[in-house]
C-alpha cells in the first residue's frame, strides 16, 4: 500500500500549494522548412509544425487527468527564425504571422522562436531579424522573440546590444494601447540556453533533435509552505536540505508527466527544467521563499545570500530526480508575475539595482521589470549590457525583460493579467551610457572562456 | 495498473456506500480502503485496480464528484505518488 501521509502531501501541495506542470514545450526543426522562396518557407513551416504538434494540447489534458496534476502551459519552442530569413530572404513578419497562425490552430498558449543568435556578429537575416521584432510582436498575439547577443565563449556583441536597446523601446510603442505587451514577450539573452521550455526565452537551438518535449516544473508555493513548517531555529543548512528534498518531488513529477508525453506522442523527451516559477497567484511567489527563510522584506541585504542558498539548494535537489536536467534551472524573479516582489516594490524595499544583485546567484535575469516610458533606449542597451555582463563572466544564462510603460512614470502601475501579472514602474538611473554604448564593438571573451 | 480515490470534506451518512458503489460500477475493483475521521472531518483513501476500467479516469471522477457533492475528489493514477516519494 502506499503511504497515506505521502498521499495526502501530494494532494495538499496541489490543491492547497500551487504546485503544477508549468509548461509541456515542444522543440521543433524548422532548418528542413528552409526555401529561397520566403512564402514556400512559410507553407513548408505551417505544415511541420501543425503535423508535430497537433496532438500536443489533447496530450497534455489526457495527462493532467491521469494523474490530476494540472498542466498550466503547452507551448511550442521553433528553431531561431534568423537562421531561415538568411537564405529566403523577404518580410521576415512573414513568419511571425505563420507562426501565430498555426499556435492558434493548434490551441498553444506560446510559440517561441522569433529569434536570432548574434553573440558574435550578425550574419545575413539577423538583423533585418531584429528590426522586424516590433512589428513582428505588435502583429501577432502568441509569438514570443529572444535574441541571444552574448555568451561566456564570445563576448558581447556590443551593436546588437545597442539595436536591441531600441527594438525593446519600439515593441512597447507599437503596442502601447495594450500596455505594452509586446516587450513582455521579448528576451534579451546572454548564454541563452537551446531547450528552455520557458516563455518567452523559448526556442529550439540548432544542435537539438528534429522534435523534442521539454518540461518546466514550478512550485514556489511548495517550497515556501515546506520551509514555514520548520522551527524558528532550525539553521540555514537545514533549510537547504527541506529546499532540496521539495525539489526532487517536485521535479520527479516533472520528469514522470515528460516521459508519458513523450511516450503518447511518440516523440524523444529532452530535458526537465527545474525552476521555480512564481505565478501573480497568492502564495505562489518566490519572494515569499525568501521572507519565509527570515527576511523582512524581499529586498532586505541578506536576500542575495537568500536566493543564492534557495537557487543551490533547488539545482541539488532537482538534479538526482531526473534523468536530464537542463534548461535555465533555478529560481526566477520576474517582479511583475510574483505578488510577493510587487509589494517589495511598492513599499520601496526592492530597487533594480538589488534586482540586478540578484540575478548574478539565480537563473535568469532582470525580469518582467516596468520602467518609466521615456527612459532613452541607449539606457535600455546599458541595462542589457550589465546583465549580459554578469552572466559571461559568471559563465551563466541571464536575461533582460523589461517593459517600457509608455505614457507612464515611476509609480504608476501596467497590467497585463493571466501569468504576466501586473507592477509598478520602477525607477532607474538616468545618467547617460550613451557614449559607451555607440562605441559599439565587441566586448572581448573573459579569461574563462578559455578552458581547452 | 492502480489508481487512488481520495475523499475529503464534511462527513455524512453513506460516502464510503456512494464511493464504492461508483467505483464497482465502473468495474474497478477495491484494494484497499483507509478512512477517519477527524474533528467532523472525513479523510479517506482507497486504492483501486483500474485495469479493467470500463471509462476513462476522468469520467469515475465526475461520477464521484455527482455522487457525494460538496466533497474534495481526487483519482489519480498511482505513479504520480510512486515518482514523488520513491526512489
Redo the contacts between chains.
Sequence with gaps: ????G??????TM??EENLDIRTITMGISLLDCCDGNIDVSCEKIYKKIYKCSKDLVKTGDKIE?????PIINKRISVTPIALLLGSSGGDPVKYARTLDQVAKDVGVNFIGGYSALVHKGFSPGDKELLESIPYALSETEYVCSSVNIGSTKSGINMDAVRIMGGVIKKTAELTKDRQCIGAAKLVVFCNAPEDNPFMAGAFHGPGEPDCVINVGVSGPGVVRSAIAKMNDDCDLTQIADVIKKTAF?IT??G??VGTEASKMLGVPFGIVDLSLAPTPAIGDSVAHILEEIGLESCGACGTTAALAILNDAVKKGGVMASSNVGGLSGAFIPVTEDQGMVRAVQSGSLTIEKLEAMTAVCSVGLDMIVIPGDTNEDIIAGIIADEAAIGMINSKTTAVRVIPAIGKKAGDELEFGGLLGSGPVMEINNNSPSKMIRRGGRIPAPIQSLKN | MRA?V?V?GKDMVGILAKVSTTVANANANVV?V?QSVLQEFF?M?M?IDISELNC???EL?QQLEEKVEGM?I????????????RI
Design positions: 500500500m502506499l503511504n497515506l505521502d498521499i495526502l502531501e501530494t494532494i496541489i490543491q487527468q491521469k494523474y490530476g496534476i518531488k520527479r513529477m520528469q514522470l | 487512488v481520495s475529503i484497499e483507509t479523510v483513501v486504492l476513462e479516469l476522468a471522477r474534495k481526487q483519482v489519480m493514477h498511482e505513479d504520480i505518488f510512486k515518482s514523488m516519494h
